[in-house]
């Protein structure tokens, strides 16, 4: 497996927000976790790299166990992360803020992984020079992304790429990651829009309070009525 996570608990101070959490990525495949707010998808995301959180329970990525890995070793290794908020260096250009993505490659000036990105994202090169701060939401959000590609990972982690973003571009960035995905990168998606994540991804798992509730194949939690009701309205 890409991925696999075992009895997962995490704590904010005293707060236990993931409860016993289990999921698994296999090589290439794109599976997505959907929630209500408050669910607790983005604190799986930051237990999963081990970001101001404790946490406690079995991570496994390609066959290693890597739950005491700091942050910095998971990106080394291959794992990355695509936060919520995009959260860029805004008095930074779009050049420079890419070429931060490959500090993990301390052996590469990130050039060659850098003109790769660009072909996902071409307006990106366009803006090279223009401050990120400057961006619209679109595209400060292919310039998250391409910033997490620019490590190399053989595992992404999105969460909430459609967040403020209009139908249009929201579309562009899920085929974007969608041709990531076939092209052979495992993606792990967080996703609030329960539609779409079901739409895109091949697997998804439905988190609240802190725990999986359901999982299964999109096509078969689509069919499920508790689901459509719960998350699609219908």
């Given at each position: 497996?890409?991925?696999?996570?075992?009895?997962?608990?995490?704590?904010?101070?005293?707060?236990?927000?993931?409860?016993?959490?289990?999921?698994?990525?296999?090589?290439?495949?794109?599976?997505?976790?959907?929630g209500?707010?408050?669910?607790?998808?983005t604190?799986?995301?930051?237990?999963?790299?081990?970001?101001?959180?404790?946490?406690?329970g079995?991570?496994?990525?390609?066959g290693?166990?890597?739950?005491?890995?700091?942050?910095?070793?998971?990106?080394?290794?291959?794992?990355?992360?695509?936060?919520?908020?995009?959260?860029?260096?805004?008095?930074?250009?779009?050049?420079?803020?890419?070429q931060?993505?490959?500090?993990?490659?301390?052996?590469?000036?990130?050039?060659?992984?850098?003109?790769?990105?660009?072909?996902y994202?071409?307006?990106?090169?366009?803006?090279?020079?223009?401050?990120?701060?400057?961006?619209?939401?679109?595209?400060?959000?292919?310039?998250?992304?391409?910033?997490?590609?620019?490590?190399?990972?053989?595992?992404?982690?999105?969460?909430?790429?459609?967040?403020?973003?209009?139908?249009?571009?929201?579309?562009?960035?899920?085929?974007?990651?969608?041709?990531?995905n076939?092209?052979?990168?495992?993606?792990?998606?967080?996703?609030?829009?329960?539609?779409?994540?079901l739409?895109?991804?091949?697997?998804?798992?439905?988190?609240?309070?802190?725990?999986?509730?359901?999982?299964?194949?999109?096509d078969?939690?689509?069919?499920?009525?508790?689901?459509?009701?719960?998350?699609?309205?219908?």
């Amino acid at each position: 497996m890409m991925l696999t996570v075992r009895d997962l608990n995490a704590w904010y101070g005293r707060h236990h927000v993931l409860r016993d959490v289990e999921l698994d990525v296999a090589p290439g495949e794109f599976v997505a976790v959907i929630g209500p707010n408050g669910a607790g998808k983005t604190s799986l995301m930051h237990a999963l790299l081990g970001i101001d959180i404790a946490r406690r329970g079995e991570i496994t990525h390609d066959g290693d166990r890597v739950e005491k890995l700091a942050s910095h070793q998971l990106v080394k290794r291959g794992v990355s992360l695509i936060p919520t908020g995009r959260q860029l260096f805004p008095y930074m250009t779009v050049r420079e803020n890419l070429q931060l993505g490959s500090y993990a490659n301390s052996d590469d000036d990130g050039g060659e992984q850098l003109a790769r990105v660009v072909e996902y994202f071409p307006v990106l090169k366009e803006r090279y020079k223009q401050l990120a701060g400057t961006l619209s939401g679109g595209e400060q959000q292919m310039l998250a992304i391409g910033r997490g590609l620019m490590a190399r990972p053989s595992l992404l982690l999105i969460d909430e790429p459609s967040m403020g973003l209009a139908p249009k571009i929201i579309a562009a960035i899920t085929g974007i990651i969608t041709q990531l995905n076939e092209d052979g990168l495992s993606i792990l998606l967080v996703e609030q829009n329960a539609a779409l994540a079901l739409k895109i991804a091949e697997r998804v798992y439905v988190l609240e309070n802190g725990r999986i509730a359901m999982s299964g194949k999109s096509d078969e939690l689509t069919d499920s009525a508790q689901l459509r009701k719960s998350y699609l309205g219908i």
